[in-house]
């Protein structure tokens, strides 16, 4: 099936068989050491969630938890990343992310260059590699890079220097690992137990980084079933999620689960013709209180965002009493202030 397959909303309920969720063939457990940790096990780049340790993702959510305030009360600040400077370069729309890093960077005291990548001389040319060349000799340490081709926060990372990193801050339809850390650490403060846990991703599964990062990110971390629930043409390879039992309908699919996590339709990785239609689409897999209901009470509901409300979330679901999305951009904040703080931590004191 092409990326680009119509949705076809009128097809049959179709439920898999999983491969079983056996630990011991998870990627986690891979004998080869995660190229984005250095030799002595510490971070050094964060480009996707895959193949990271579960040890390492723990700690991440460790440090993040300490990072969170209530809100009104002040956030916390402290010096950790004097001298060091973080460049954000961002060639996709993002508000959260953007936003978050620089808080993130800044209440560690780093100093913040966003580059709007439209006025940068990329436009007239310059390759990005020139452009990361030109980035180091301006003592940039760390890179925050969103883009949408697949594989240049991995090209970027092969070719930094060594006192370097890269930060993905989503990549295509691939990787989206800080907002993979961000909904672990959403599901952990409400639901601690993720063994015990049955969670559902729906909606756009093909085309989004965030189900594939909550994917590496749920089953790093035990989680007792995660469920894909998705139209069929937005249903991803057999080849993916393997783990996961597949759903085409939400009666099926959302039935006794306790974390829902919408998706949003990404348009933006769709040809015209397989854009579906908004009415048809609210009436099959919108999220609404009634469908709600099919999940246990105490059931949580989270979104990324940006929402196409009324299309993939009814406004009183998203803005209800078992809604967690305003925690998920809180704890944005959190999450990449211990990743911030974990590359350059483990990079020594090398400032001169
Ligand atoms: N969730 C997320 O990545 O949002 P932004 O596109 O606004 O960064």
Do not use: W
Request: some cysteine; charged content about 20%.
């Amino acid at each position: 099936m092409s990326v680009d397959t119509p949705l076809r909303p009128s097809l049959p309920e179709q439920t898999s068989t999983p491969a079983p969720l056996d630990p011991q063939a998870a990627p986690n457990t891979q004998v080869a050491p995660d190229p984005q940790l250095r030799p002595d096990g510490t971070l050094r780049h964060l480009l996707t969630l895959e193949t990271l340790p579960r040890a390492v993702i723990e700690r991440l959510l460790d440090r993040a938890q300490s990072y969170v305030r209530p809100l009104g009360e002040p956030p916390p600040a402290s010096a950790e990343l004097a001298g060091r400077t973080v460049a954000n370069l961002f060639t996709e729309p993002s508000t959260r992310t953007r936003v978050s890093f620089e808080l993130a960077a800044k209440r560690l005291g780093a100093q913040v260059v966003n580059l709007e990548v439209q006025l940068s001389s990329r436009v007239k040319g310059e390759s990005m590699l020139d452009t990361i060349y030109t980035l180091e000799a301006l003592y940039v340490d760390v890179f925050v890079i969103r883009d949408a081709e697949a594989g240049v926060p991995g090209l970027v990372a092969e070719n930094v220097r060594p006192h370097v990193s890269v930060l993905s801050a989503g990549e295509a339809h691939v990787a989206h690992p800080t907002q993979g850390l961000l909904d672990a650490l959403t599901v952990r403060q409400r639901k601690p137990r993720f063994d015990s846990l049955a969670i559902a991703i729906v909606g756009d599964v093909r085309h989004s980084r965030v189900a594939r990062s909550a994917y590496h990110v749920f089953r790093a971390l035990g989680a007792g079933e995660v469920r894909i629930v998705a139209p069929p043409a937005y249903m991803p390879e057999a080849t993916e999620f393997t783990a996961c039992v597949r759903h085409t309908t939400l009666s099926k699919g959302l039935k006794d689960v306790d974390v829902i996590m919408m998706l949003r339709i990404q348009k933006e990785r769709m040809s015209q013709a397989s854009l579906p239609d908004a009415d048809r689409y609210f009436a099959k897999y919108g999220l609404t209180p009634e469908r709600l209901a099919l999940a246990k009470p105490d059931a949580i509901v989270m979104h990324p965002q940006p929402m196409n409300r009324g299309i993939e979330i009814a406004s009183d679901v998203a803005d209800g009493p078992q809604s967690a999305i305003r925690d998920q951009v809180r704890n944005g904040v959190a999450v990449r202030m211990a990743v911030l703080s974990a590359v350059c931590a483990g990079r020594g004191t090398n400032l001169k």
